[in-house]
């Protein structure tokens, strides 16, 4: 199995940039889909990004698409979430999760695996 850690959330202004990390440790993250979901207060756990094993593949909510970006380095066995424009809305505790399954695409809570302990991603206006 593997182990996740997040990192590198924060307080930020709207309109700023920010980058959250996933350190994978126990297996190599080429070995999962990974994928990045977020919750928001007084709502559901929401998918937000997501890479195929190989990172040759991406998927994105619509509320995010063209502002974030997901990444790996297998090497490293990191995964990354860059999040430019940020908006008030975009608020809440980031999670990084690990599915088994081989092929990539949107996920939904019910299909990851593995999960971290979360980020605090705050944005004032």
């Known amino acids: 199995q593997v182990q996740l850690a997040e990192s590198g959330g924060g307080l930020v202004q709207a309109g700023d940039s920010l980058r959250l990390s996933c350190a994978a440790s126990?297996?190599?993250?080429?070995?999962?889909?990974m994928g990045w979901f977020r919750q928001a207060p007084g709502k559901e756990r929401e998918f937000v990004a997501a890479i195929s094993r190989s990172g040759g593949s991406t998927y994105y909510a619509d509320s995010v698409r063209g502002r974030f970006t997901i990444s790996k380095e297998n090497a490293k066995n990191m995964v990354y979430l860059q999040m430019n424009s940020l908006k008030p809305e975009d608020t809440a505790v980031y999670y990084c999760?690990?599915?088994?399954?081989?092929?990539?695409?949107?996920?939904?809570?019910?299909?990851?695996?593995?999960w971290g302990k979360g980020t605090l991603v705050t944005v004032s206006s």
């Open positions: 999760a690990a599915d088994s399954a081989l092929t990539a695409g949107v996920r939904e809570m019910k299909d990851m695996d593995y």
């Open positions: 126990g297996r190599t993250v080429s070995s999962y889909v």
